[in-house]
């Protein structure tokens, strides 16, 4: 890949990552949040959060059915807009759904199931944002790295909940999620079996006596 595809590619994986903010600031600014603009703006931050993890989830199983390369590369950008779009919609139920009222915020913590589990996920979106960079994998050491950014599949699964918890009845939207996600991560756990047998079986015929 040259140099000029890569700052195209990058380009415009930053304009589509930044559209959704840029969409939700257009209608504030415009009028068009609904009758009631705090849970409009929550539930667009959602559910952007939820695609941007998805597809950042999903590069890599693409590149396992695929073979193609490219769309790995821009695995941590995703995911870091994931957890900048997560930051937000957690900013809008402190600043504006509770306005720092801390007593109540607890009591939704603990009270609201979908609120406990969004805000683990939330908390558990941390460390692989801080040790995305290529410096933190190299202190870190390529196994401990990837095995804490697997911290990110369990992202997903808690996500889902969430979503699943909060919708009470059926959602489309949710099911649909939730079932993208059972996918990308079945694509993946075959994909790890496969090569571990395939070691073993590489194992066995070096041992094999001739
Ligand atoms: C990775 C983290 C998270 C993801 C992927 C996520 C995703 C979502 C999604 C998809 C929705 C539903 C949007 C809709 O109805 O169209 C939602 C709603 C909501 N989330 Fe989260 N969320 C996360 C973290 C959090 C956190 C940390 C909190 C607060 C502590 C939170 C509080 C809420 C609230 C209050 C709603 C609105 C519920 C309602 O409409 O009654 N979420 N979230």
């Not at 559910?47 to 693409?62: D, I, K």
């Not at 969004?118 to 941390?126: F, N, S, T, V």
């Amino acid at each position: 890949m040259t140099r000029r595809t890569r700052i195209v590619l990058k380009g415009s994986a930053w304009f589509l990552c930044l559209l959704p903010l840029l969409v939700l600031l257009y209608r504030g600014f415009t009028d068009g949040l609904g009758a009631n603009p705090i849970s409009y703006a929550t539930n667009w931050l959602g559910q952007w959060t939820f695609r941007l993890l998805l597809v950042s989830l999903a590069l890599t199983p693409l590149r396992i059915v695929t073979g193609l390369v490219w769309p790995v590369r821009l695995r941590r950008l995703v995911g870091l807009f994931a957890f900048f779009y997560a930051g937000l919609h957690f900013l809008v139920w402190i600043l504006v759904d509770h306005f720092f009222n801390w007593d109540q915020m607890l009591a939704d913590l603990v009270k609201r199931r979908y609120i406990t589990i969004g805000a683990l996920a939330l908390i558990l979106l941390i460390p692989p944002a801080i040790t995305s960079t290529n410096g933190m994998m190299e202190r870190l050491g390529g196994t401990a790295w990837r095995r804490l950014h697997r911290l990110v599949y369990l992202v997903g699964v808690l996500a889902a909940l969430h979503f699943l918890w909060l919708a009470k009845g059926f959602r489309p939207d949710a099911v649909l999620y939730a079932a993208i996600l059972a996918v990308l991560l079945g694509v993946r756990a075959l994909d790890t079996l496969r090569r571990r047998l395939r070691r073993r079986s590489a194992r066995v015929t070096r041992t094999a006596p001739a």
